[in-house]
């Protein structure tokens, strides 16, 4: 993978990332599709599809209900709170199962930042923190395995793999703090107003003149 292809994130990372989206207030689906991109500085790209997906699921789960519809149609979804509750544990730090660190912690910072109604500060901060205690671990284990030996290849492996945890670790911290130096108020911006091309809206009922011309075709 190249160091520009966005990353395609899986269900858990989508369905924390609409959540949080949705503090913003209520908002129709293909408006959180392309606020997720922008918010995520078009590393979490996934088709309109799959935003669709996770917001029925949601619904099902009882994190997000309906609220109502636009001028035009298109059907508006907000948080519960049971989903306001899910979206501020993941802006905390609780990563979804299964979901990789490093990946959780740039999203979770990258929306954090972007978002006037968040304050991101705590959020840079707690990171920092894990990732320190990360690397912390890391390196008292790369030192249990030096004294332990290196003549089994297992052991030789073992520790590669500590040393590359140790990397990650650093070069999270290095741009967290990339982040902290920065300039968070100029990152933010608002929801967008503007209008999509294109949506999902409630299909419309048929009349009977309309399954008369289907049956007839």
Do not use: C, K
Request: charged share 25%.
């Amino acid at each position: 993978m190249s160091d520009s292809t966005p990353t395609r994130g899986g269900d858990v990372a989508v369905r924390d990332a609409l959540l949080v989206l949705l503090v913003n207030g209520p908002a129709y689906g293909f408006q959180l599709h392309g606020d997720l991109a922008a918010r995520t500085g078009g590393r979490r790209v996934v088709n309109a599809g799959q935003t669709y997906a996770t917001l029925d699921r949601l619904t099902t789960q009882g994190l997000v209900e309906p609220a109502g519809s636009t001028d035009d149609g298109l059907p508006l979804h907000r948080l519960t709170p049971a989903g306001r509750v899910a979206a501020d544990a993941w802006l905390s730090g609780a990563d979804g199962a299964g979901a990789d660190p490093w990946h959780e912690s740039v999203d979770r910072v990258l929306i954090a930042v972007s978002m006037p109604s968040v304050d991101a500060e705590p959020v840079i901060d707690a990171e920092r923190e894990r990732w320190r205690r990360r690397r912390d671990r890391a390196g008292a284990s790369a030192a249990a395995g030096g004294r332990a030996g290196d003549a089994d290849p297992r052991a030789r492996l073992a520790a590669a793999a500590t040393t590359a945890e140790i990397a990650r670790a650093d070069a999270m911290l290095a741009w967290l703090g990339g982040i902290v130096a920065s300039d968070l108020d100029a990152a933010a911006f608002a929801p967008s107003t503007e209008r999509p091309r294109r949506g999902r809206r409630p299909a419309r009922p048929r009349t009977g003149a309309e399954d008369h011309a289907s049956a007839d075709a």
